[in-house]
């Protein structure tokens, strides 16, 4: 079992950048694969970039060549840089861990049902 706490949410002007950090405890972190998700006031909360175990990477299509995922597996850690923020980027945003197959993480990285532990959430708003 893993334990993840996120930090690093902040309010941010349009165009700047932030960069959030998950922090696991528990063994096996690294036999896991870690997403980050989101959720706005009145809408679901959707995936917005995966890492697998291999280090592949995953990312929703608002986000690409904006957000980068990556992970340090002897901080135990994940992160998320993200870089020219928009207003729509304003969220909650979640840590999430999980052990899919190889073929699931494949056909559903950034699906919430792929992930079976999950952090509290930092929150992210982006407000001239």
């Known amino acids: 079992q893993v334990q993840l706490v996120e930090s690093g949410g902040d309010s941010v002007q349009p165009g700047g950048s932030l960069t959030l950090v998950c922090a696991g405890s528990?063994?096996?972190?690294?036999?896991?694969?870690m997403g980050w998700f989101r959720q706005a006031p009145g809408n679901e909360r959707e995936g917005v970039a995966s890492?697998?175990?291999?280090?592949?990477?995953r990312y929703h299509a608002s986000v690409k060549g904006r957000f980068t995922i990556s992970k340090d597996l002897a901080k135990n850690s994940l992160y998320l840089q993200m870089n020219s923020l928009k207003p729509e980027d304003t969220a909650m945003y979640y840590c999430?861990?999980?052990?899919?197959?190889?073929?699931?993480?494949?056909?559903?990285?950034?699906?919430?049902?792929?992930?079976?532990?999950w952090g509290q959430g930092t929150q992210v708003t982006v407000s001239s």
């Open positions: 890492i697998a175990t291999d280090t592949r990477t």
């Open positions: 528990g063994s096996l972190f690294g036999s896991y694969a």
């Open positions: 999430a861990a999980g052990r899919p197959s190889p073929i699931d993480w494949i056909l559903r990285a950034l699906k919430q049902d792929t992930y079976t532990n």
